[in-house]
C-alpha cells in the first residue's frame, strides 16, 4: 500500500468517525430538547444551541399547552431541512411571534408544520422567511380557522414548490387570496383541495395570472361549500392531467 493510498483511506475513516459524532451529537440535542418540552419547561429551550440540526419534524406536535413561541427567537435554524409537523397540533398557540428571523433557507419540506393551529390570527411573522428550496408545503396551514390574510406571504418564493394540496385549506375566515398574486407555481403538481372549505373569500382574481400547467393532481383545488365565488378570473388557467 503506498503512502497516497494510506493517507485517503486514513482521511476517509476521520471523516466518518467526525460524522458519527456529529449525528450522535444532534441526537442528544433532540433528545433534550424532546424531554424539556414533555416537562413544559418551554423557557429552558430558548438559549439550547439547535444550529447543527438538520431534522426539526414533529419536536413540539401536539403540545396542547404551548401558547407562544417567543422563547424560539434566538434560534439558529440555518441548517434545518425538514420542518414537517414541527406545530402538528399545537392547538392553543395563539401567535407566530419568535419565528420572525429564523434562517429557513436550506428547509425543503413545510408540509404540515402548523397544521391544526387553529388559534393563530397572523402569518406576517412569516414575512421574510426565505422558502426558495422548499418542495413540500402540503396541509402547511390547513385549519388556520382564525387567519384572514395571506398578505404577509406575497414575498414568499415557491418557485421549487411541487406539493400544495390542502395547504389553506378549511381556513374558514379567510377573507381574500390577496399576496398570492406573484407566487411562481410553474413546478407545482399536486394543488389538490388548496383551499377546500375556504369559503370566506369572494373572488380568485388574485390568481389569474397563476401557472400552474404542471398541475396533474387539481381535483377539489377550488372547491367551497359555500359563498359566491367569481370564477372567470381563473379561466385562463390550463393544467396538465
Same mark, same amino acid.
Given at each position: 500500500?503506498?503512502?497516497?493510498?494510506?493517507?485517503?483511506?486514513?482521511?476517509?475513516?476521520?471523516?466518518?468517525?467526525?460524522?458519527?459524532?456529529?449525528?450522535?451529537?444532534?441526537?442528544?440535542?433532540?433528545?433534550?430538547?424532546?424531554?424539556?418540552?414533555?416537562?413544559?419547561?418551554?423557557?429552558?429551550?430558548?438559549?439550547?444551541?439547535?444550529?447543527?440540526?438538520?431534522?426539526?419534524?414533529?419536536?413540539?406536535?401536539?403540545?396542547?399547552?404551548?401558547?407562544?413561541?417567543?422563547?424560539?427567537?434566538?434560534?439558529?435554524?440555518? #441548517?434545518?431541512?425538514? %420542518?414537517?409537523?414541527? &406545530?402538528?397540533? =399545537?392547538? +392553543? @398557540?395563539? *401567535? $407566530?411571534? /419568535? !419565528?420572525?428571523?429564523?434562517?429557513?433557507?436550506?428547509?425543503?419540506?413545510?408540509?404540515?408544520?402548523?397544521?391544526?393551529?387553529?388559534?393563530?390570527?397572523?402569518?406576517?411573522?412569516?414575512?421574510?422567511?426565505?422558502?426558495?428550496?422548499?418542495?413540500?408545503?402540503?396541509?402547511?396551514?390547513?385549519?388556520?380557522?382564525?387567519?384572514?390574510?395571506?398578505?404577509?406571504?406575497?414575498?414568499?418564493?415557491?418557485? #421549487?414548490?411541487?406539493? %400544495?394540496?390542502?395547504? &389553506?385549506?378549511? =381556513?374558514? +375566515? @379567510?377573507? *381574500? $387570496?390577496? /399576496? !398570492?398574486?406573484?407566487?411562481?407555481?410553474?413546478?407545482?403538481?399536486?394543488?389538490?383541495?388548496?383551499?377546500?372549505?375556504?369559503?370566506?373569500?369572494?373572488?380568485?382574481?388574485?390568481?389569474?395570472?397563476?401557472?400552474?400547467?404542471?398541475?396533474?393532481?387539481?381535483?377539489?383545488?377550488?372547491?367551497?361549500?359555500?359563498?359566491?365565488?367569481?370564477?372567470?378570473?381563473?379561466?385562463?388557467?390550463?393544467?396538465?392531467?
Amino acid at each position: 500500500m503506498n503512502k497516497e493510498t494510506l493517507i485517503d483511506i486514513l482521511t476517509a475513516r476521520s471523516d466518518y468517525m467526525k460524522k458519527l459524532k456529529l449525528n450522535k451529537f444532534r441526537n442528544q440535542i433532540k433528545e433534550r430538547i424532546k424531554k424539556l418540552i414533555k416537562k413544559q419547561e418551554f423557557n429552558e429551550l430558548e438559549n439550547i444551541d439547535v444550529s447543527f440540526i438538520k431534522d426539526f419534524s414533529g419536536l413540539f406536535q401536539d403540545c396542547k399547552n404551548l401558547t407562544s413561541l417567543k422563547f424560539l427567537k434566538k434560534w439558529n435554524v440555518h #441548517n434545518g431541512k425538514d %420542518f414537517r409537523d414541527m &406545530f402538528f397540533g =399545537c392547538s +392553543n @398557540l395563539e *401567535s $407566530l411571534e /419568535g !419565528l420572525e428571523n429564523w434562517n429557513v433557507k436550506n428547509g425543503t419540506n413545510f408540509s404540515y408544520m402548523f397544521f391544526e393551529c387553529g388559534n393563530i390570527k397572523s402569518l406576517k411573522p412569516l414575512k421574510n422567511w426565505n422558502v426558495s428550496k422548499g418542495i413540500h408545503f402540503q396541509t402547511m396551514f390547513c385549519e388556520c380557522k382564525l387567519i384572514k390574510s395571506l398578505k404577509p406571504l406575497k414575498n414568499w418564493n415557491v418557485s #421549487n414548490g411541487r406539493i %400544495f394540496a390542502r395547504m &389553506f385549506e378549511k =381556513c374558514f +375566515n @379567510l377573507e *381574500s $387570496l390577496k /399576496g !398570492l398574486e406573484n407566487w411562481n407555481l410553474s413546478k407545482g403538481e399536486d394543488f389538490r383541495w388548496m383551499f377546500y372549505d375556504c369559503y370566506n373569500f369572494k373572488s380568485f382574481k388574485p390568481l389569474k395570472k397563476w401557472d400552474v400547467h404542471n398541475g396533474i393532481s387539481i381535483g377539489s383545488m377550488l372547491s367551497l361549500h359555500k359563498g359566491i365565488i367569481l370564477f372567470k378570473p381563473l379561466e385562463k388557467l390550463t393544467f396538465r392531467y
